[in-house]
């Protein structure tokens, strides 16, 4: 162990931490802005497969003569229609009722 590596001591005997310097700050310039964005393609609406559509169709074909059957049972039963032939439904109120 060699003496010579040690720190002397100050004149009176204090010891005094060696003298900090702030560390070195490095400059550096400012990183250019990052180039602007292309424009996005415009958004269109989905296509709907052709299966699709023909499922909705064979579907709205169904729905519709089973409406036919349902009003032909009706008329042989003899009961009146559903509604008037103008599509509007008729409200019936009470007589009490005020409107």
Same mark, same amino acid.
């Given at each position: 162990?060699?003496? /010579?590596?040690?720190?002397?001591?100050?004149?009176?005997?204090?010891?005094?931490?060696?003298?900090?310097?702030?560390?070195? @700050?490095?400059?550096?310039?400012?990183?250019?802005?990052?180039?602007?964005?292309?424009?996005?393609?415009?958004?269109?609406?989905? $296509?709907?497969?052709?299966?699709?559509?023909? @499922?909705?169709?064979?579907?709205?074909?169904?729905?519709?003569?089973?409406?036919?059957?349902?009003?032909?049972?009706? /008329?042989?039963?003899?009961?009146?229609?559903?509604?008037?032939?103008?599509?509007?439904?008729?409200? $019936?109120?009470?007589?009490?009722?005020? @409107?």
């Amino acid at each position: 162990m060699s003496f /010579e590596s040690e720190p002397t001591p100050e004149p009176r005997g204090d010891l005094a931490p060696p003298a900090r310097r702030p560390p070195t @700050a490095v400059a550096t310039d400012t990183p250019p802005p990052p180039p602007p964005r292309p424009p996005r393609p415009p958004v269109r609406a989905p $296509r709907t497969p052709w299966l699709l559509r023909a @499922a909705g169709r064979a579907l709205t074909a169904a729905l519709d003569a089973a409406d036919r059957v349902g009003d032909t049972i009706r /008329e042989a039963l003899g009961a009146p229609p559903a509604r008037p032939p103008g599509g509007e439904v008729a409200v $019936r109120r009470d007589p009490g009722d005020s @409107a």
